[in-house]
């Protein structure tokens, strides 16, 4: 059972919109904004496509976003496309002493 | 370019040790936390740990699961780091990828490139 937690999957059509959660408490998501978002591709390492919350590293598409409030975090992805297809992964600080870094479970992302 | 590379991994009988290696270049390795995250077959992404960087005394945090067996070191001269895993379980088995951290003492900041994995198998 992961620390953070995320839906096991999710679906939308081409060019709709989903929100991914990813659940933790006030010792990490809720505490700090070092919440990372991750998207794997089945054989690929995971690539980073969000950090501190919502920002977006250089050459990643501003379809990704992502928002905070209390204790979940969110990862929308817009205009959904063919390429979206792929398991997705929150990261969390934690200000707990036997953990340092959360990891959500994964959802996985089909594209209809 | 930025570039993470491991190696070592393998078959192995449980019991028994192994050691992987993260090769990188491209950035300047002695100023960051590297850290190591495997995965399951079929199964989600587990944190495994890091090493901060010398700046931040070098210091090493792990996962409950990887406590006591596993310790990781680096080598800043040769920008790589190291996992040296012993009394290695089945349940051990998985993809073992190096990552590089974030620059401050607060390795989870960010984790903005990763190698492409090594596989290890822990079996008789």
């Known amino acids: 059972q992961s620390a953070l937690t995320q839906p096991a999957s999710m679906s939308g059509p081409l060019g709709q919109s989903i929100s991914i959660s990813c659940t933790g408490s006030s010792h990490d998501v809720g505490g700090f904004d070092f919440v990372s978002w991750y998207q794997q591709k089945p054989g690929k390492a995971p690539q980073l496509i969000l950090y501190h919350v919502n920002k977006r590293p250089s050459g990643v598409s501003d379809r990704f976003s992502g928002s905070k409030s209390d204790n979940t975090a969110s990862l929308t992805i817009s205009g959904l496309q063919a390429e979206d297809e792929a398991d997705y992964y929150c990261i969390s600080y934690s200000s707990s002493t036997l953990l340092d870094i959360l990891v959500g479970g994964g959802t996985k992302v089909t594209v209809l | 370019e930025v570039e993470l590379v491991e190696s070592g991994g393998g078959l192995v009988q449980p019991g028994r040790s192994l050691r992987l290696s993260c090769a990188t270049s491209?950035?300047?390795?002695?100023?960051?936390?590297m850290s190591w995250f495997r995965q399951a077959p079929g199964k989600g992404l587990e944190w495994v740990g890091f090493?901060?960087?010398?700046?931040?005394?070098?210091?090493?945090e792990y996962a409950a699961s990887v406590r006591g067996r596993f310790t990781f070191s680096r080598d800043d001269s040769k920008a790589i780091a190291y996992m040296e895993m012993n009394t290695l379980r089945t349940e051990d088995t998985g993809v073992y990828y190096c990552?590089?951290?974030?620059?401050?003492?607060?390795?989870?900041?960010?984790?903005?490139?990763w190698g492409q994995g090594t596989l290890v198998t822990v079996s008789s």
């Open positions: 491209g950035f300047s390795f002695g100023d960051y936390v």
């Open positions: 090493i901060r960087s010398r700046n931040f005394g070098g210091t090493t």
């Open positions: 990552s590089r951290g974030g620059r401050g003492v607060i390795a989870a900041e960010m984790f903005d490139f």
